[in-house]
C-alpha cells in the first residue's frame, strides 16, 4: 500500500526472486504510471499495479493477503535534508491530518491480512517521519483496535521505539519497533514496525432478503396500522351502523 514510485516494491521482488504474485497499490493514477515504469526498467514481472482508494482496500481484499507493507504517507520529517521546507511548511493541523489518515490506513491494511496464512498474516508499518504521532501512537491505536500484536523486525540496527514520551504511554511491546535517525545512523530518519495479525474476524451471515428480524417484523405491523385508513361509522335512523362503500361498517 502507498507503493510510489516502487523502491521497496522492486527490493521485495528480489527477495521474492520474481516469483509469487505482489501486488503493487495506490490511489494516485499518475504515481502508478510512475510505478510501472520503474518495475518495467528493473525487470520486475511478478506484480501487479492497483490504482484503488486505501481505504478500501480491505473491502475489496478482505483477508486477502499474506504480509502487506505500508509505507504510509507522512510529513516527511525524516528527510528534511531533502525539502528543508518540511520546517516551515507543516504544522499542528497537518500532522494531525497526517495521523488521522494513518490511523485509517493501517486499520485497513490489517483487515485485508489473512491472520490463518501459514506464510503470513504480518504488516509492516512504516514512515519517514521521526514524530512520535505518526509513529508509536498510530501503531498504539492499531494494537488497541485489531487483535494483532507486535513481533520483532529482525533489524540488528535500529533504536527501539518508545513506550513514554512527554504525556504518551504506551504498550511495553512498543519497544520492538525501531527508530532510525541520520545524525546516528547516518541515512534518513525512519520508523518500522512489525505486527502479526492474531485472528480474522467473523463474518456475520446476512440475512435473506425476504427474512425480518422479530423487531423489524414488529415495527413493520406498527407502520401498516399506522397507514391502515380508520372509516367512521355512519348510524341509520334505527341507530344501526350501516356498510360505507369498501364493505367496512
Known amino acids: ?3 510510489p514510485p516502487g523502491g521497496k516494491t522492486s527490493h521485495i521482488a528480489t527477495l521474492m526472486k520474481n516469483s509469487g504474485v505482489m501486488f503493487a497499490n495506490d490511489s494516485n493514477l499518475k504515481l502508478c504510471t510512475a510505478i510501472i515504469g520503474n518495475l518495467h526498467r528493473l525487470g520486475v514481472n511478478n506484480a ?6 486505501g481505504h478500501d482496500f480491505c473491502k475489496t ?3 486477502g493477503f499474506d504480509r502487506i507493507l505500508l509505507d504510509a504517507p507522512c ?4 528527510v528534511i535534508w531533502k525539502d528543508p521546507s518540511v520546517k516551515m511548511s507543516k504544522d499542528s493541523q497537518d500532522i494531525q491530518r497526517r495521523h488521522t489518515l494513518q490511523r485509517e490506513l493501517i486499520l485497513a491494511a ?3 491480512l489473512d491472520a490463518k496464512s501459514p506464510t503470513g498474516g504480518y504488516l ?4 519517514c517521519s521521526v514524530l ?3 509513529n508509536e501512537a498510530v501503531v498504539q491505536y492499531a494494537l488497541s483496535k485489531r487483535d494483532c500484536k507486535l513481533v520483532p523486525t529482525g533489524l540488528e540496527i535500529g533504536i527501539p521505539g518508545y513506550t513514554k514520551f512527554r504525556d504518551y504511554r504506551f504498550h511495553p511491546s512498543l519497544e520492538l519497533t525501531r527508530r532510525y535517525y541520520p545524525h546516528v545512523h547516518n541515512i534518513d530518519g525512519f520508523f518500522v514496525a512489525k505486527i502479526k ?3 480474522n474476524p467473523k463474518s456475520e451471515p446476512k440475512p435473506k432478503p425476504e427474512e425480518k428480524t422479530a423487531a423489524e417484523q414488529q415495527e413493520s405491523n406498527a407502520e401498516k396500522t399506522e397507514k391502515s385508513p380508520k372509516f367512521p361509522k355512519q348510524q341509520t335512523k334505527n341507530g344501526k351502523s350501516k356498510k360505507n362503500k369498501n364493505g367496512k361498517k
Open 1 to 3: 500500500m502507498c507503493a
Open 48 to 53: 501487479v499495479v492497483t490504482n484503488l482508494s
Open 61 to 63: 481484499h478482505p483477508n
Open 75 to 78: 510529513s516527511g520529517t525524516g
Open 110 to 112: 490489517l483487515d485485508a
Open 124 to 127: 509492516v508499518y512504516s514512515t
Open 132 to 134: 512520535v504521532e505518526e
Open 197 to 199: 495479525k492474531l485472528k
